[in-house]
C-alpha cells in the first residue's frame, strides 16, 4: 500500500481506462484504486461513475457493498485480526483484547497518531495456525497477546 | 542435494519464508551447493514450518523449523537426514498422512507447484488427456457415475449440474470456480491454489468440455493474496505450455481461464451472489429460478462449483468413475478433504473416504484438544454449520448420516471447541456475523440478525427475561423457512444446536428447552 504518495497526473485516468474496458472491470479498478491510495478518494467518484458509464449512485452502492474498500484514509499501519469461529477456539479473544487496548481503537478506527489502523478480518484460511494477525498484508499465525507486542514494537506502534 | 520449504499462506504465517532465507544464507557461508524447492503444504500443519530434505532418494522431514534453530539443523547436518530435536523421518511415514487416502491431494507438498513437467510427471493432465478422447455426454456420464457431489457446500450431485449445462442451448456458456471459501475452519482451496494449481485448471478445462464451455472464472477472495500470485503464475504456464487457449494439447479445442478477486464479503460464496459479483455489482442474491446452470454468468448457462468439486475431476477421469465411487459410504461417494482446525494439537488437512467417524478425526489425527482440556464441541460445516458434543462424534461422515443428527458436511471444516467455550456466545456471534454480512435483500436475515443479537444479549444478561428462548426459538423458525439463501436461512443452526445440546450456556435446564424446540 503506498498510502498518501502524492498523485502524478493521470494515475487515475490510467486505472479506469485500462479497466473500465472490461464488462466487469468497476471492481479490478477499485482495487488497484485502493492499492494505489490506500482508499478510494470520494471525490474521484463521479470521474469513476463516468469512465463505466454508471450512475454515482450505482458506483457507491457497489463500493459499500463490499468490506475491503474504504472511503477514508487509513493509518500508516493496517492491523488486521481475524475475529471467525476457529481463531476464537485457539483463544483470539485475548489477542484483540490486547490490540484494542493496546491501540486505544476499535475495530475500523485509526489511532489518534494515525499510526495504526484496526480492522476485523473473518477468516484468512490460517484456520489450522490461528490465531491469526495480519500487519500491513503480512500473515502472522499462532498469535498471543505476547507475540503481537513484540510485532507491534517492531513497527514502532506501540506505546 | 534439494530443500523443500513450503511457500503456502499458513506455513509463511508461522516464518517459512524467513526459514528459506536463512537455510540459503547458511547454505551460502558453509560453501555449499544447494537446491531450494519451494513446495506446498502437506497440510500437517502443527509441524509447520516444516522443512524436507532429500538425500539418496529418501525425503526426510524436520518441524516445526523455526529461523533461529537453522543453524543447529546445519550443524548436525540435516542435509545428510541426520538426527535433531525437530526430525520427523520420512514425512510420509507419517501416520497423519500414511493413514489418508489422498487423491485430489496426492501432489499436494511434493513439489514445486509451479513445474509443469513435475505435475505431467506425477500423473497430471491423465485425466483431461482422456477427456479430449470422449464427448460431452460421455464426460458427464463418467462424473454423474462417480457419485460426486459438490464441495462448497450443499452437496448436489456435479454429473446433473453439468447435464443440466449441457443441454441448455446457447452460443456461449461458462465454467466458474468458486473459490470464495469463507468458511472459517476451511482451507483446502486455498491449499490446492497454492499447491497444485494445475489441478484446478485441469479441472476446470474438463468441465468446459462437458458442458461446452469455452470460457471460465475463478472467483478467488480477496484474503488469499498468496493464492493469487501462484495461481497468476500458473494460468501464465499453463497458457505458455499449449494447456489453455485456442487449442488445448494439441486437440483443436479451445478454453481460456481468467482470474477475478472478491473484495471481502461473505455472501459472495453464495453462487448467485458470486455471479452478480463477478459482472461487476453489488453482491445481492438472485432469487432462483431461473438456475445458474441455465442463466448464469451474463444470463448464460453458467456451471458454478467449488474448487475442491472441480479438483476432484481429473482423477475420476483419469482412473474411471468406479473407482471413486468404490470409496466411501452410501451416497457419499469418494474422498473429502476434511480441515480439522480450532483446539486440536494435531490440525491440518485429512483426506479420508467418507464414512470414517468424528471421533476418529478429532482424536485419531487431530490428538485432542491442544489446551489438554476436555473437547466440549465441535462446529461442522463452517459458520453456518451446528456445533455438535461429544455424545454425537460416533457419527460418521456422510452426507445423510450427518443429516439425521442435525449437521452438515458443508465444505469439510471441522472446529473444535474445549470446555472455555460458552455456547451462548458463539450463538450470538452467529448473530452477529449474520448481520455483519447479509446482503440485505430479505428482512429474516437482514432484520432478524440483529434482533437476535440483541436477544442474545438479554439472554447473556442472566436476567431470564420471560419468553426470551420462546422468541429466539421463533425468530430462528422464521429465519429457516422465510430466507431467500443460506445465510439467513442456515445461521440459526449454530444458535440452534447450542441451544439444544448445551442449555446452560444460555443459563437454562434441558428441559426448559426441549419441550420449545420441537418445531425447529
Ligand atoms: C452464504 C453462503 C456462502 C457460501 N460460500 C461458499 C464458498 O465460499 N465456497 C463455495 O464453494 N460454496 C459456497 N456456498 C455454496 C454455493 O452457493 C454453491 O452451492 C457452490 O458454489 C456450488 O458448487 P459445488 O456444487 O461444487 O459445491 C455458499 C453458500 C451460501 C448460502
Ligand atoms: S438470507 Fe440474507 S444474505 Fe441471503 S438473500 Fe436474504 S438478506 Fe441476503
Given at each position: 500500500?503506498?498510502?498518501?504518495?502524492?498523485?502524478?497526473?493521470?494515475?487515475?485516468?490510467?486505472?479506469?481506462?485500462?479497466?473500465?474496458?472490461?464488462?466487469?472491470?468497476?471492481?479490478?479498478?477499485?482495487?488497484?484504486?485502493?492499492?494505489?491510495?490506500?482508499?478510494i478518494?470520494?471525490?474521484?467518484?463521479?470521474?469513476?461513475?463516468?469512465?463505466?458509464?454508471?450512475?454515482?449512485?450505482?458506483?457507491?452502492?457497489?463500493?459499500?457493498?463490499?468490506?475491503?474498500f474504504?472511503?477514508?484514509?487509513?493509518?500508516?499501519h493496517?492491523?488486521?485480526?481475524?475475529?471467525?469461529?476457529?481463531?476464537?477456539?485457539?483463544?483470539?479473544?485475548?489477542?484483540?483484547?490486547?490490540?484494542?487496548?493496546?491501540?486505544?481503537?476499535?475495530?475500523?478506527?485509526?489511532?489518534?497518531?494515525?499510526?495504526?489502523?484496526?480492522?476485523?478480518?473473518?477468516?484468512?484460511?490460517?484456520?489450522?495456525?490461528?490465531?491469526?494477525?495480519?500487519?500491513?498484508?503480512?500473515?502472522?499465525?499462532?498469535?498471543?497477546?505476547?507475540?503481537?507486542?513484540?510485532?507491534?514494537?517492531?513497527?514502532?506502534?506501540?506505546? | 542435494?534439494?530443500?523443500?520449504?513450503?511457500?503456502?499462506?499458513?506455513?509463511?504465517?508461522?516464518?517459512?519464508?524467513e526459514?528459506?532465507?536463512?537455510?540459503?544464507?547458511?547454505?551460502?557461508?558453509?560453501?555449499?551447493?544447494?537446491?531450494?524447492?519451494?513446495?506446498?503444504?502437506?497440510?500437517?500443519?502443527?509441524?509447520?514450518?516444516?522443512?524436507?530434505?532429500?538425500?539418496?532418494?529418501?525425503?526426510?522431514?524436520?518441524?516445526?523449523?523455526?529461523?533461529?534453530?537453522?543453524?543447529?539443523?546445519?550443524?548436525?547436518?540435516?542435509?545428510?537426514?541426520?538426527?535433531?530435536?525437530?526430525?520427523?523421518?520420512?514425512?510420509?511415514?507419517?501416520?497423519?498422512?500414511?493413514?489418508?487416502k489422498?487423491?485430489?491431494?496426492?501432489?499436494?507438498?511434493?513439489?514445486?507447484?509451479?513445474?509443469?513437467?513435475?505435475?505431467?510427471?506425477?500423473?497430471?493432465?491423465?485425466?483431461?488427456?482422456?477427456?479430449?478422447?470422449?464427448?460431452?455426454?460421455?464426460?458427464v456420464?463418467?462424473?454423474?457415475?462417480?457419485?460426486l457431489?459438490?464441495?462448497?457446500?450443499?452437496?448436489?450431485?456435479?454429473?446433473?449440474?453439468?447435464?443440466?449445462?449441457?443441454?441448455?442451448?446457447?452460443?456461449?456458456?461458462?465454467?466458474?470456480?468458486?473459490?470464495?471459501?469463507?468458511?472459517?475452519?476451511?482451507?483446502?482451496?486455498?491449499?490446492?491454489i497454492?499447491?497444485?494449481?494445475?489441478?484446478?485448471?485441469?479441472?476446470?478445462?474438463?468441465?468446459?468440455?462437458?458442458?461446452?464451455?469455452?470460457?471460465?472464472?475463478?472467483?478467488?477472495?480477496?484474503?488469499?493474496?498468496?493464492?493469487?500470485?501462484?495461481?497468476?503464475?500458473?494460468?501464465?504456464?499453463?497458457?505458455?505450455?499449449?494447456?489453455?487457449g485456442?487449442?488445448?494439447l494439441?486437440?483443436?479445442?479451445?478454453?481460456?481461464?481468467?482470474?477475478?478477486?472478491?473484495?471481502?464479503?461473505?455472501?459472495?460464496?453464495?453462487?448467485?451472489?458470486?455471479?452478480?459479483?463477478?459482472?461487476?455489482?453489488?453482491?445481492?442474491?438472485?432469487?432462483?429460478?431461473?438456475?445458474?446452470?441455465?442463466?448464469?454468468?451474463w444470463?448464460?448457462?453458467?456451471?458454478?462449483?467449488?474448487?475442491?468439486?472441480?479438483?476432484?475431476?481429473?482423477?475420476?477421469?483419469?482412473?474411471?468413475?468406479e473407482?471413486?465411487?468404490?470409496?466411501?459410504?452410501?451416497?457419499?461417494?469418494?474422498?473429502?478433504?476434511?480441515?480439522?482446525?480450532?483446539?486440536?494439537?494435531?490440525?491440518?488437512?485429512?483426506?479420508?473416504?467418507?464414512?470414517?467417524?468424528?471421533?476418529?478425526?478429532?482424536?485419531?489425527?487431530?490428538?485432542?484438544?491442544?489446551?489438554?482440556?476436555?473437547?466440549?464441541?465441535?462446529?461442522?460445516?463452517?459458520?453456518?454449520?451446528?456445533?455438535?458434543?461429544?455424545?454425537?462424534?460416533h457419527?460418521?461422515?456422510?452426507?445423510?448420516?450427518?443429516a439425521?443428527?442435525?449437521?452438515?458436511?458443508?465444505?469439510?471444516?471441522?472446529?473444535?471447541?474445549?470446555?472455555?467455550?460458552?455456547?451462548?456466545?458463539?450463538?450470538?456471534?452467529?448473530?452477529?456475523?449474520?448481520?455483519?454480512?447479509?446482503?440485505?435483500?430479505?428482512?429474516?436475515c437482514?432484520?432478524?440478525?440483529?434482533?437476535?443479537?440483541?436477544?442474545?444479549?438479554?439472554?447473556?444478561?442472566?436476567?431470564?427475561?420471560?419468553?426470551?428462548?420462546?422468541?429466539?426459538?421463533?425468530?430462528?423458525?422464521?429465519?429457516?423457512?422465510?430466507?431467500?439463501?443460506?445465510?439467513?436461512g442456515?445461521?440459526?443452526?449454530?444458535?440452534?444446536?447450542?441451544?439444544?445440546?448445551?442449555?446452560?450456556?444460555?443459563?437454562y435446564?434441558?428441559?426448559?428447552?426441549?419441550?420449545?424446540?420441537?418445531?425447529?
Amino acid at each position: 500500500m503506498e498510502n498518501g504518495k502524492v498523485e502524478s497526473k493521470g494515475e487515475l485516468e490510467d486505472i479506469l481506462e485500462s479497466f473500465s474496458r472490461l464488462a466487469n472491470g468497476l471492481i479490478p479498478a477499485f482495487h488497484a484504486i485502493q492499492n494505489r491510495y490506500g482508499y478510494i478518494p470520494k471525490e474521484r467518484l463521479p470521474e469513476i461513475a463516468r469512465a463505466f458509464n454508471l450512475s454515482q449512485a450505482d458506483v457507491y452502492g457497489v463500493l459499500t457493498f463490499y468490506h475491503d474498500f474504504r472511503l477514508e484514509p487509513v493509518g500508516r499501519h493496517v492491523v488486521s485480526v481475524c475475529r471467525a469461529e476457529a481463531c476464537q477456539a485457539n483463544g483470539s479473544a485475548a489477542v484483540i483484547d490486547h490490540l484494542r487496548r493496546k491501540l486505544g481503537v476499535d475495530f475500523g478506527e485509526t489511532t489518534a497518531d494515525e499510526e495504526v489502523t484496526l480492522l476485523p478480518t473473518y477468516c484468512f484460511g490460517n484456520c489450522a495456525c490461528g490465531p491469526s494477525v495480519a500487519v500491513d498484508g503480512k500473515l502472522y499465525g499462532r498469535m498471543s497477546a505476547e507475540r503481537v507486542e513484540r510485532i507491534l514494537r517492531g513497527m514502532g506502534a506501540s506505546a | 542435494m534439494r530443500v523443500y520449504v513450503p511457500r503456502d499462506f499458513s506455513a509463511c504465517a508461522l516464518g517459512a519464508d524467513e526459514v528459506a532465507r536463512a537455510i540459503e544464507r547458511e547454505a551460502r557461508r558453509r560453501g555449499i551447493t544447494l537446491e531450494l524447492v519451494r513446495n506446498g503444504s502437506r497440510g500437517l500443519y502443527w509441524l509447520e514450518p516444516l522443512v524436507e530434505v532429500e538425500s539418496n532418494g529418501e525425503r526426510v522431514a524436520y518441524g516445526p523449523v523455526s529461523e533461529e534453530e537453522v543453524e543447529s539443523l546445519f550443524d548436525r547436518n540435516f542435509l545428510e537426514g541426520k538426527e535433531h530435536p525437530s526430525r520427523q523421518g520420512n514425512p510420509e511415514e507419517i501416520p497423519y498422512l500414511r493413514r489418508q487416502k489422498r487423491l485430489v491431494f496426492r501432489r499436494i507438498g511434493k513439489n514445486d507447484p509451479l513445474a509443469l513437467d513435475e505435475y505431467r510427471k506425477q500423473g497430471g493432465l491423465a485425466g483431461l488427456t482422456r477427456a479430449l478422447t470422449l464427448s460431452s455426454q460421455q464426460i458427464v456420464e463418467e462424473v454423474t457415475k462417480s457419485g460426486l457431489r459438490g464441495r462448497g457446500g450443499a452437496g448436489f450431485p456435479t454429473g446433473i449440474k453439468w447435464k443440466t449445462t449441457l443441454q441448455a442451448v446457447d452460443d456461449q456458456k461458462y465454467i466458474v470456480c468458486n473459490a470464495d471459501e469463507g468458511d472459517s475452519g476451511t482451507f483446502s482451496d486455498r491449499m490446492v491454489i497454492e499447491g497444485d494449481p494445475f489441478l484446478l485448471i485441469e479441472g476446470m478445462i474438463i468441465a468446459g468440455l462437458a458442458v461446452g464451455a469455452t470460457e471460465g472464472y475463478v472467483y478467488l477472495r480477496s484474503e488469499y493474496p498468496l493464492a493469487r500470485r501462484i495461481f497468476e503464475e500458473a494460468l501464465e504456464r499453463a497458457r505458455a505450455g499449449g494447456i489453455l487457449g485456442k487449442d488445448i494439447l494439441g486437440s483443436g479445442k479451445s478454453f481460456f481461464l481468467n482470474l477475478y478477486v472478491g473484495a471481502g464479503a461473505y455472501v459472495c460464496g453464495e453462487e448467485t451472489s458470486l455471479l452478480e459479483s463477478l459482472e461487476g455489482k453489488r453482491g445481492m442474491i438472485r432469487p432462483r429460478p431461473p438456475l445458474p446452470a441455465v442463466h448464469g454468468l451474463w444470463q448464460k448457462p453458467t456451471v458454478v462449483n467449488n474448487v475442491i468439486t472441480l479438483a476432484s475431476v481429473p482423477v475420476i477421469l483419469a482412473e474411471g468413475a468406479e473407482a471413486y465411487a468404490q470409496l466411501g459410504v452410501g451416497r457419499s461417494k469418494g474422498t473429502l478433504p476434511v480441515q480439522l482446525s480450532g483446539n486440536l494439537r494435531r490440525p491440518g488437512l485429512v483426506e479420508v473416504p467418507f464414512g470414517i467417524t468424528l471421533e476418529d478425526l478429532l482424536f485419531e489425527y487431530g490428538g485432542g484438544t491442544a489446551s489438554g482440556r476436555p473437547l466440549k464441541a465441535i462446529q461442522i460445516g463452517g459458520p453456518l454449520g451446528p456445533y455438535l458434543p461429544a455424545s454425537l462424534f460416533h457419527v460418521t461422515l456422510d452426507y445423510e448420516e450427518l443429516a439425521k443428527v442435525r449437521g452438515i458436511v458443508g465444505h469439510g471444516g471441522i472446529v473444535a471447541f474445549d470446555d472455555t467455550v460458552n455456547l451462548g456466545e458463539m450463538a450470538r456471534y452467529a448473530m452477529e456475523f449474520c448481520a455483519e454480512e447479509s446482503c440485505g435483500k430479505c428482512t429474516p436475515c437482514r432484520i432478524g440478525s440483529t434482533r437476535g443479537m440483541e436477544l442474545m444479549d438479554k439472554i447473556l444478561s442472566g436476567k431470564k427475561a420471560p419468553g426470551s428462548i420462546q422468541l429466539l426459538v421463533d425468530l430462528c423458525d422464521v429465519m429457516i423457512n422465510a430466507s431467500l439463501c443460506g445465510l439467513g436461512g442456515m445461521t440459526p443452526f449454530p444458535v440452534l444446536s447450542g441451544l439444544r445440546h448445551f442449555p446452560e450456556d444460555f443459563g437454562y435446564a434441558k428441559e426448559e428447552v426441549e419441550p420449545l424446540l420441537q418445531k425447529v
